[in-house]
């Protein structure tokens, strides 16, 4: 386990159609965060898990966005109705207990058409 | 409300020189501070943290300072090469914050001339 992937890289998808992606964070980390990234702009924050627990999400993440992570490894972002706004990097990042170093995949790269 | 942000949104140096780029942070509390490098096309990766006890601390070839007083931060890149040039973020998490929520800035772009 070299890392966190990312899956897709990039993502191509109608505006109103779902879409969902998925992180795999290093082995041995407990939190997984999830960060939105738009062009020219630093990444923000949306959510993080501690294990399978979802403890904080921020307003930017609106009833259309949902995030699982049904066993404490990988996590799913999912985007229902897409619209163009909804266009940016998505980036997964994993951290092990109590540690501030995170360490960040390469993004999936969404663009609503 | 909470803010990182740079002084300036690209820099250009010459191959071989220091580098330093800035941030400004406005929230007292703050607590820890992290650098981070992003190419294109990958995600951040991290390049040296510091805590609010602190000053300074160094890296290979990287140092980052830390003045309370004026709330700033700087990333200072010795013998700045080629494989530096990419965009350059400082994020914090302030004290008793959340430890899941980054606040990063708008980030810097580090262009190395030859």
């Known amino acids: 386990d070299t890392g966190v992937s990312q899956d897709p890289r990039h993502k191509i998808t109608k505006r109103g159609q779902n879409v969902t992606f998925r992180c795999d964070p290093i082995?041995?980390?407990?939190?997984l965060y999830w960060y939105r990234q738009t062009l020219g702009q630093g990444p923000e924050f949306l959510t993080y898990?501690?294990?399978?627990?979802?403890?904080?999400k921020s307003r930017l993440l609106s009833d259309r966005f949902s995030a699982e992570r049904p066993k404490g490894s990988f996590s799913t972002l999912e985007i229902q109705r897409t619209e163009q706004g909804d266009s940016a990097m998505y980036l997964c990042?994993?951290?092990?207990?109590?540690?501030?170093?995170?360490?960040f995949g390469s993004g999936t790269r969404l663009t609503v058409v | 409300g909470e803010s990182v942000g740079l002084h300036l949104p690209t820099l250009s140096v010459q191959e071989g020189d220091n580098s330093i780029i800035n941030c400004a942070y406005s929230n007292s509390a703050s607590d820890y501070f992290i650098w981070y490098k992003q190419e294109s096309g990958k995600g951040p990766q991290f390049i040296i943290d510091i805590r609010s006890n602190m000053d300074k601390r160094q890296g290979q070839r990287v140092t980052v300072l830390l003045n309370k007083t004026v709330k700033h931060l700087s990333l200072q890149i010795a013998a700045t090469q080629p494989g530096d040039s990419a965009v350059y973020f400082c994020?914090?998490?302030?004290?008793?914050?959340?430890?899941?929520?980054?606040?990063f800035g708008k980030g810097t772009k580090l262009s190395v001339k030859p």
């Open positions: 990042a994993s951290s092990a207990w109590e540690a501030y170093g995170y360490t």
């Open positions: 994020a914090d998490i302030p004290y008793g914050g959340s430890q899941g929520n980054l606040i």
């Open positions: 082995s041995e980390h407990n939190r």
């Open positions: 898990f501690q294990n399978e627990a979802q403890l904080e």
